[in-house]
C-alpha cells in the first residue's frame, strides 16, 4: 500500500539524522515508527474499549 505522508519539519530532521548516521533507509524509520505507534495505538484503544466495557456490565 502506498501512501503520502506530511511530517513536521523537526520530524523529518530527526528522521534524516538518523539516515545519515544509521545507513539505514527512511523507509526503514518510517516503517518502524508507523509499526510500533500502531501497537501502542492498539494497546491504547483496545484497553479504553475493554475498560468501558467493565464499566458498564452489570
Aim: cysteine-free; aromatic content about 8%.
Amino acid at each position: 500500500m502506498a501512501a503520502t505522508i506530511q511530517l513536521a519539519p523537526e520530524a523529518e530532521q530527526r528522521i534524516d539524522y538518523l539516515v545519515s548516521k544509521t545507513g539505514r533507509s527512511k523507509d526503514f524509520f518510517l516503517g518502524e515508527i508507523i509499526k510500533r505507534g500502531l501497537e501502542d495505538v492498539e494497546d491504547y484503544y483496545l484497553a479504553a474499549d475493554l475498560l468501558e466495557g467493565v464499566r458498564t456490565s452489570p
